[in-house]
């Protein structure tokens, strides 16, 4: 991988002889066929906002890619590392618009990896089968598949009784397998800060006293110990790895008096008062019920009314995401997470006035000229030595501007059982491993 600061240049090389599970060869052009793909916006794909920067995109051989960008962005390598090759040859006759709801998906995918697909049962398990030909050698075990519940619960008794080796548990879960010789806890942050979003296209949050007011209301620290065992650190702007977090934030520390007299500047009680305000979830586990509970006990203490929905997360989607003119009252206020790490870059789209839908998922049309002139120019900062500097004046236009009412980022949660053995998962971002290699693992 070669990268040219002044010409924005990238050239990547795929391996030699590499090949699809179909025996197709790998090439640049497969490459090239995905950057182009996931920057399509027509595609849905969610790194559309985030490869805007790309100006083009060549394969001159069948070992080289050139990717030219637009102007300098430092995160531009975080980002392509996360996109996944897809094969040209069995998606290019595709329109892009189709690509998300194809069969292909479901029924003859082919990857690169140590497993190959099998078969996928409806919503019950897909089955993937050992790769004899994988370029790392064959994997120990012959089958892995990978099952689906409709509760933490049910997944949790199917580890068990022995049905599954490994799954996410919810905090609670995670501390009785730590007594249990059985299995092994694997824990890590999330790098997910969850938040209250507030919709700026609603008067009622235009107000930056509102916003503090939130904030005071929520004790985060009683929440982080009662429903999260303490499992969870407070966020106090979109980040919490150390280097990114300047001192002297405002801590928002619970004051609810504060929050009162707040409320009573802006005239609360005359704007909206006791009004019911939608606060609007994709989360559905107990924990997150628990959650929203809580805020809700804690806002209507200082005179907000809020009242939780939940939805699963495509019609959460449907709604925030609407063409057109959304009803801005199907969610006035919204209890998200976005992940801030180890790339910070990865909320520029869920902040910055130039990613409101369709161009990115600025879902409550935040339009903070601070804050996205900050993002600009952290983006944009090609200095490495500087770089951590430019994220923390980010971190402190949230802190004070509060587009959202940052609240924490929680640890996540595996359990594994002990009859497994070379079994790697390091918890990353938004879910998933940072490293798997699935080809060593094995069991008993």
Same mark, same amino acid.
């Given at each position: 991988? +070669? ?12 391996? #030699? ?7 197709? !060869? ?83 995918? +082919? ?50 009784? @022995? ?82 977090? !300047? ?69 959460? &989607?449907?709604?925030?995401?609407? @063409?057109?003119? #959304? ?9 998200? @997470? ?13 902040? &910055? ?6 161009? %990115? ?37 949230? &802190? ?13 949660? @595996? ?16 879910? %998933? ?12």
């Amino acid at each position: 991988l +070669v990268a040219g600061r002044e010409t924005h240049l990238i050239t990547e090389c795929p391996r #030699p002889k590499e090949s699809w599970h179909d025996g197709k !060869p790998f090439t640049s052009k497969d490459v090239k066929f995905t950057i182009d793909l996931a920057k399509n916006k027509a595609s849905g794909s969610l790194f559309a906002a985030r490869l805007g920067d790309i100006a083009s995109v060549e394969a001159p051989d069948d070992s080289t890619v050139i990717v030219k960008l637009s102007k300098p962005n430092a995160s531009f390598l975080s980002i392509l590392s996360q996109v996944l090759i897809l094969p040209e040859h069995a998606l290019a006759g595709m329109p892009p618009e189709s690509l998300a709801t194809s069969t292909w998906w479901s029924t003859n995918p +082919v990857g690169t990896g140590p497993f190959k697909f099998k078969k996928y049962v409806t919503d019950q398990y897909v089955e993937l089968a050992a790769d004899d030909d994988y370029r790392g050698g064959k994997p120990k075990v012959d089958v892995l598949i990978n099952r689906y519940f409709e509760s933490p619960a049910a997944a949790v008794a199917a580890l068990r009784a @022995g049905e599954i080796q490994f799954t996410y548990v919810e905090p609670d879960d995670a501390a009785s397998f730590k007594t249990d010789s059985n299995f092994k806890v694997i824990e890590g942050g999330s790098y997910v800060v969850n938040y209250i979003g507030l919709n700026q296209q609603v008067d009622l949050f235009k107000d930056l006293k509102v916003r503090q007011a939130i904030m005071y209301a929520i004790d985060r620290n009683a929440i982080i110990e009662s429903l999260y065992g303490g499992a969870a650190k407070p966020a106090n702007c979109g980040f919490v790895a150390p280097q990114l977090v !300047p001192e002297g934030l405002e801590t928002y520390a619970y004051d609810p008096a504060k929050a009162k007299s707040l409320l009573a500047e802006v005239g609360w009680d005359k704007i909206n008062g006791d009004k019911p305000i939608t606060l609007l979830t994709y989360y559905g586990s107990p924990q997150a019920a628990n959650v929203m509970a809580a805020i809700q006990s804690m806002l209507s203490q200082v005179g907000i009314n809020v009242v939780p929905r939940v939805v699963d997360t495509p019609t959460y &989607n449907g709604i925030v995401y609407k @063409g057109g003119t #959304p009803d801005w009252n199907a969610f006035p206020m919204v209890y998200a @997470g976005l992940q801030n790490g180890p790339n910070p870059a990865g909320i520029n789209p869920g902040l &910055n006035k130039s990613q409101i839908p369709p161009a %990115g998922f600025n879902t409550m049309r935040i339009k903070f000229d601070d804050l996205s002139a900050a993002l600009d120019k952290a983006l944009g900062e090609t200095d490495a030595s500087k770089l951590d500097a430019a994220w923390q004046d980010v971190c402190k236009v949230m &802190n004070k501007d509060l587009p959202w009412a940052t609240l924490w980022e929680a640890n996540r949660y @595996g359990v594994a059982s002990n009859k497994l053995k070379d079994f790697v998962w390091t918890p990353a971002p938004a879910g %998933g491993p940072y490293a798997a290699h699935p080809e060593a693992w094995d069991i008993q």
